[in-house]
């Protein structure tokens, strides 16, 4: 639900009440669209004008001590609830008042969902859980509501219960399931002239803050850089996402983001730091019919020149995700730790 307290807000109160929506979408007065079980449905409800849809954002945005007004048209905020809601209006939004509400789901999901979704396997899950106790640094890639949070969520649930784990997000949605987590929220400046909170300065002030794992909601900025210097610098098994449609692509928006912090870093020190903090990269797409999948989980294998090679340990073939033959060479590390994989995983035909 998107609310605890029994507050109406007009027609699609029937939409937040119904578990089946993911999130609801209002594109002005006369256009309501929900997401459900993963596609995107036009609804018959309705506002009756502009004036009906900005009662409701006062609504939202009161009791958060927010406001929404010509001057600041935009706003981002997470409801007591859990659910994020984003805000436009006009002059920003063309056509009249638009509202995003992503719902917070409230049950736990946890890797045989996954595997019942069709988004990995039973063999898959056994060894993404056996890298995340092996500690190491593993990025989940994808586009937007691909499920990338929801894996990254179940990945840091195989991080062992006498860990300190330290979480750092733009909007609070991860759910740790461990005794001993510290979780910190970036927020922006508000009308009042509070400074922001940035992501970047909430993962540079978490490396004081003795963190055995370190799990960033999704990485967009100059945080980047921050990141693979605490990956670099002891601190592995940490996790976090990225929007990128291929892992390749993925390398790409972190060599970019990283030269977003400012930095007058050569590209070939950015790559050979990228080449030494990243082990994996889990990619994870959305398809047309809705489903969220696993298609590649891909092995960050050093330098060749100035190329960081890859190579693939499992991909989506027919619809199932299944080994390419490779073994990968973490696999002697975590065997030292004695985390062994099981017999036949990386076969072919065994996916």
Do not use: W
Not at 76 to 89: E, K, T
């Amino acid at each position: 639900m998107l609310r605890d307290a029994p507050v109406s807000y007009g027609p699609i109160d029937v939409l937040l009440s119904d578990d089946s929506v993911d999130e609801v979408m209002i594109n002005g007065p006369g256009q309501i669209y929900v997401e459900q079980r993963g596609k995107l449905i036009e609804t018959t409800l309705a506002y009756r004008d502009d004036a009906e849809v900005l009662r409701l954002i006062e609504q939202i945005v009161a009791p958060l001590g927010l406001t929404v007004n010509a001057a600041h048209p935009i706003c981002d905020c997470r409801l007591p609830g859990g659910s994020r809601v984003n805000i436009i209006i006009p002059p920003a939004a063309v056509d009249g008042p638009i509202v995003t509400i992503r719902k917070f789901k409230k049950e736990h999901l946890g890797v045989p969902d996954l595997i019942e979704f069709g988004t990995l396997t039973a063999d898959v899950a056994a060894m993404l859980g056996l890298c995340v106790k092996g500690r190491l640094n593993i990025v989940v890639a994808g586009g937007t509501g691909c499920g990338k949070t929801t894996t990254l969520n179940i990945l840091s649930n195989f991080i062992p219960d006498d860990e300190r784990i330290v979480t750092v997000e733009d909007t609070a949605e991860l759910r740790l399931y461990k005794r001993h987590v510290v979780r910190l929220e970036a927020r922006p400046a508000d009308l009042r002239g509070t400074p922001p909170i940035t992501i970047r300065e909430l993962v540079h002030n978490c490396l004081r803050m003795r963190p055995e794992r370190i799990v960033v909601g999704e990485i967009r900025g100059g945080e980047a850089f921050d990141m693979l210097q605490a990956m670099n610098t002891g601190h592995d098994g940490s996790l976090t996402t990225g929007h990128a449609n291929s892992p390749r692509d993925m390398l790409r928006r972190i060599e970019m983001m990283t030269m977003m912090a400012g930095f007058d870093l050569p590209i070939q020190a950015i790559r050979e730091q990228m080449a030494s903090a990243i082990h994996l990269i889990v990619q994870q797409n959305r398809f047309p019919d809705g489903s969220r999948r696993i298609t590649h989980i891909t092995e960050i294998l050093g330098m060749e020149g100035s190329t960081i090679t890859l190579a693939d340990i499992f991909l989506l073939r027919g619809g199932v995700l299944q080994p390419t033959g490779l073994r990968p060479r973490f696999e002697a590390r975590l065997a030292e730790k004695g985390l062994v994989f099981p017999v036949g995983l990386f076969t072919p035909g065994n996916g």
